[in-house]
């Protein structure tokens, strides 16, 4: 089957009901995108399809035959996304593991409303969990970023 992943097609050799994210992480090896709870409830898997965020653990691959990734590793090749160089700015990360999913829901929020609200903002991210509590950083970065960017 052909999957179009951060610009490049891809001829995987899977069942049609494997999860993307196994196929993004352990076919293509592309592991910014982390497994966190393998039922759609944690976030940690978001990817973009054709610009939507979905979760990527339950997605079936077939799903996304003829449609475009884009994965925390196609967002920018450097990092240099507004999300990315907010993230920095304002120090989101602690343990880092929901991160790759909380830039990804981020990013398909901004690409449809760069200016959104605060209340926007914690709407569109309501879902992608930190384990580590740093939404109030999220929410600054996002802000952040919707300036700047």
């Known amino acids: ?10 001829e995987v050799n899977v069942e049609p009901d494997t999860p993307l994210l196994w196929v993004l992480r352990d076919v293509l ?14 976030g940690a898997c ?3 399809v054709n610009g939507e965020p979905v979760r990527s653990c339950s997605m079936p691959v077939a799903q996304v035959e003829g449609k475009r990734v884009t994965t925390i ?18 120090q989101v990360p602690q343990c880092g ?10 990013a398909a ?8 609200s605060r209340g926007e903002i914690v709407r569109h991210m309501n ?12 929410i600054a970065s ?7 960017g």
């Open 127 to 138: 879902g992608n969990i930190c384990r580590c509590g740093t939404y109030n950083r999220i």
């Open 109 to 116: 929020l901004l690409a449809k409303n760069p200016k959104p």
């Open 29 to 42: 090896g592309l592991t910014g995108t982390k497994y966190g709870c393998g039922i759609s409830a944690c």
């Open 1 to 10: 089957m052909q999957v179009s992943v951060n610009g490049r097609s891809h």
């Open 97 to 106: 593991y929901c991160q790759s999913g909380q830039i990804m829901q981020a």
């Open 73 to 90: 590793e196609g967002l920018s090749r450097d990092s240099s996304h507004p999300l990315q160089k907010a993230w920095v700015a304002e």
């Open 46 to 48: 978001t990817v973009h």
């Open 142 to 148: 996002i802000q952040r970023a919707s300036r700047e």
